[in-house]
């Protein structure tokens, strides 16, 4: 290994100490300085992109992958916008979360300052690196990024543009090492970065799920997982069908291949008789396979695209135009399905009774439950956040979207005049 | 291993489904259920209390130590008491934290619930079973706990009260698996309960060093770190001597065992030859020795108990009545020191300089910093958290003392009326 990690890491922690000095004028001056290096060096960040996107291409990596996951050229207009954005939103640093006065004349607050030092794991979307880095430097985090091999070259370029707007800033409370990459494809970086807890404060894992269990299970760091989302949408009784045969078609086709989109519909039987059959024959035009356990099978089929539903398929993660069809006896056999089944991500249910919403959102324990909506709102962006650096499915710190206040920890900031405990 | 703890993880999982229906009456009934039955139980804790202080007595145990940390013979009132005040907090849980509505008319709330399970270690100090499980309780968690060996006796006569309690109270919503006690001493069982992330979803280490940082490394649950506190007191050039000396009485001498204790007085060159003697004769007599750097030294030299600082004396966190001295230049010198030395727990600058007091404030990274007042004070109940579960000295989730609050996550809830992601 040549990249001196504990160096960076060193580098990382001096460059946190400055950036808690920094204003939020400083800082949103160093955001729109990215974006301005961004836009100057697109030339070379496509260039360096397409000899990813060729090497990708000789490996044989499927098309669609690399149009979805790596592909730049249409990307830079929109990374560079998003970038720009983030100089726009409001500081957490410095808010005071809460300030009392104690009987003995103590005045204690709250305050939120920056977490130290950042670290980003994450596979292919050179947009990330951008992204990320910006949303750390907006909440005075240092950050020390890893990004996916695939688009190695991608990313170094997009760094060569946020490391020469810093150092061309020249801001003594932003730094250079404010923001650094891990220039190697060595896997064995992503181990060490993981247990590098005397300079890192946080890993934040943004991939599929044996990344976050890898994550999980070597850091000694605090790591924020998410990933893996089972999602089900339970169709109630009394459900107005229309918005539950519009929903189901948005969270399970406007983008199959993320952790928010649908996997398994659960029916309430009173209705399955006249909402299954409709489902489907909605669905399968876009594309939509089923599978359906017995009592849904028996409603639909013979019906174009349904099949059987095996025994792992109410336990999987479709990623594509896959559903499970499922009918269940009522409200409480539907919270048991998914009790059993769900990983926790996003839930919805759609219905008419207030009292099912209001059990629905009581006991299932979700980061995010929807009522007669879609699951695809649980992001960032959608929820009004203003941005997203990861959706999280843990329960500590925080849950569901990640936006600049999950960026913050606080303070405790206590002022007295001479009071000493009795 | 007897025990079953993969067994214990499950039902502790139903309970804490259970539980999240739980009403703030019903957890309150069953918090003073169980003090009741403390109160009740009081002889037979006692008689297994005894056993262990025998036990300790008989292995050659300090009588200090067995005093201070196992022997609960002068304690039941006060734990009884804790629980009951336990039941007359307010419940975090359902409290809306955030709560807006959308562009597209959906509404998205932040709802506090509880976490879920929450595995507690700890060592000795059998009131930290009684404690730990209310608090739990009344957030509407279900916990396992793992007491230390040393008062096996008394915490599973606690726990015999607690059980029977919940046991006799028969509320659907507070099932006895509420609260579960791992009955075995086997140090496997900590590194199991680490790594029960199927049924467990925070671990609170309440110990020394060596337990966090065991668990830090084992865990691949979440874990709450702290324990490690080497404690900082800046005397400025402006400070009112009279303050910093009592305050460094007080963070000294009142309890010089615990975290947030005094480690090492920073003193201002510019009054170090008045306020560095005066200290060393006010503590001397209190059975405080020192440990001088040379500046400071040359002016204490052959006052009681001084003697020159060794290499490790300011990395060292004293838990006894040891005091370092030091001189620096200023506040800069100040910062400079306590960033290299300190573990960032609690941090004091006592100064009449409010740009000093904010520069101290801004630039010392510590869960809590204070101004002016003793760094005793980083403490729940002292800061108007009526309770404590622990001192967190990470960054995530949650930092400094954590209460009621601390113990709840969040989920987002959002209600619509059929709108999709466009």
Request: glycine share 8%; proline share 4%.
């Given at each position: 290994?040549?990249?001196?990690?504990?160096?960076?890491?060193?580098?990382?922690?001096?460059?946190?100490?400055?950036l808690a000095?920094?204003?939020?004028?400083?800082?949103?001056?160093a955001?729109?300085?990215?974006?301005?290096?961004?836009?100057?060096?697109?030339?070379?960040?496509?260039?360096?992109?397409?000899?990813?996107?060729?090497?990708?291409?000789?490996?044989?990596?499927?098309?669609t992958?690399?149009?979805?996951r790596?592909?730049?050229t249409?990307?830079?207009?929109?990374i560079?916008?998003?970038?720009?954005?983030?100089?726009?939103?409001?500081?957490?640093?410095?808010t005071?979360?809460?300030?009392?006065?104690?009987?003995?004349?103590?005045?204690?607050?709250?305050?939120?300052?920056?977490?130290?030092?950042?670290?980003?794991?994450?596979?292919?979307?050179?947009?990330?690196?951008?992204?990320?880095?910006?949303?750390?430097?907006?909440?005075?985090?240092?950050?020390?990024?890893?990004?996916?091999?695939e688009?190695?070259h991608?990313?170094?370029?997009?760094?060569?543009?946020?490391?020469?707007?810093?150092?061309?800033?020249?801001?003594?409370?932003?730094?250079?090492?404010?923001?650094?990459?891990?220039?190697?494809?060595?896997?064995?970086?992503?181990?060490?970065?993981?247990?590098?807890?005397?300079?890192?404060?946080?890993?934040?894992?943004?991939?599929?799920?044996?990344?976050?269990?890898?994550?999980?299970?070597?850091a000694t760091?605090?790591?924020?997982?998410?990933?893996?989302?089972?999602?089900?949408?339970?169709?109630?009784?009394?459900?107005?069908?229309?918005?539950?045969?519009?929903?189901a078609?948005?969270?399970?086709?406007?983008?199959?291949?993320?952790?928010?989109?649908?996997?398994?519909?659960?029916?309430?039987?009173?209705?399955?008789?006249?909402?299954l059959?409709?489902?489907?024959?909605?669905?399968?035009?876009?594309?939509?396979?089923?599978r359906?356990?017995?009592?849904?099978?028996?409603l639909?089929?013979g019906?174009?695209?349904?099949?059987?539903?095996?025994?792992?398929?109410?336990?999987?993660?479709?990623?594509?135009?896959?559903?499970?069809?499922?009918?269940?006896?009522?409200?409480?056999?539907?919270?048991?399905?998914?009790?059993?089944?769900?990983?926790?991500?996003?839930?919805?249910?759609?219905?008419?009774?207030?009292?099912?919403?209001?059990?629905?959102?009581?006991?299932?324990?979700?980061?995010?439950?929807?009522?007669?909506?879609?699951?695809?709102?649980?992001?960032?962006?959608?929820?009004?956040?203003?941005a997203?650096?990861?959706?999280?499915?843990?329960?500590?710190?925080?849950?569901?979207?990640?936006?600049?206040?999950?960026?913050?920890t606080?303070?405790?900031?206590?002022?007295?005049?001479?009071?000493?405990?009795?």
């Open positions: 290994m040549t990249y001196d990690l504990n160096a960076a890491g060193q580098r990382a922690k001096l460059a946190a100490r400055a000095k920094a204003s939020s004028d400083e800082k949103n001056r955001v729109l300085a990215i974006a301005d290096a961004l836009e100057a060096h697109s030339e070379a960040i496509l260039a360096a992109n397409a000899r990813d996107l060729e090497a990708a291409r000789a490996r044989g990596l499927a098309e992958l690399i149009r979805d790596f592909d730049l249409s990307r830079m207009g929109g560079i916008r998003d970038v720009r954005k983030v100089a726009e939103l409001p500081d957490p640093v410095g005071v979360i809460t300030d009392s006065t104690l009987a003995n004349g103590l005045n204690a607050r709250k305050v939120r300052t920056p977490i130290g030092v950042i670290g980003m794991i994450y596979e292919a979307r050179p947009n990330v690196t951008a992204d990320c880095a910006v949303l750390a430097l907006k909440t005075g985090n240092a950050s020390i990024l890893r990004g996916g091999s688009v190695f991608s990313n170094m370029a997009v760094m060569a543009a946020i490391s020469g707007a810093l150092h061309a800033l020249n801001l003594p409370h932003v730094p250079a090492d404010s923001i650094q990459f891990i220039e190697s494809t060595d896997r064995a970086y992503v181990e060490q970065l993981l247990k590098l807890s005397q300079f890192v404060d946080m890993i934040i894992p943004r991939g599929g799920q044996s990344l976050h269990d890898f994550c999980r299970q070597n760091i605090p790591v924020i997982t998410g990933g893996l989302g089972i999602v089900h949408q339970f169709v109630d009784d009394t459900a107005n069908l229309d918005h539950a045969l519009s929903i078609v948005n969270a399970k086709t406007q983008r199959p291949s993320v952790c928010n989109a649908l996997d398994t519909l659960l029916v309430h039987e009173a209705i399955a008789g006249e909402f059959p409709r489902a489907v024959q909605t669905l399968a035009p876009m594309g939509v396979t089923f359906a356990e017995p009592r849904a099978l028996a639909v089929d019906l174009p695209g349904v099949q059987p539903a095996g025994e792992q398929d109410f336990d999987t993660e479709w990623m594509q135009l896959i559903l499970g069809l499922k009918v269940v006896d009522g409200l409480d056999d539907a919270i048991e399905h998914i009790n059993a089944h769900s990983t926790f991500h996003s839930e919805a249910i759609i219905t008419e009774t207030p009292e099912h919403a209001d059990r629905f959102v009581r006991e299932i324990d979700a980061a995010a439950v929807f009522v007669n909506t879609s699951t695809r709102f649980n992001d960032g962006s959608a929820l009004g956040l203003g997203e650096i990861a959706v999280s499915t843990q329960k500590l710190h925080a849950r569901g979207p990640m936006a600049l206040e999950e960026l913050t606080y303070k405790w900031v206590v002022v007295g005049s001479g009071q000493t405990r009795p």
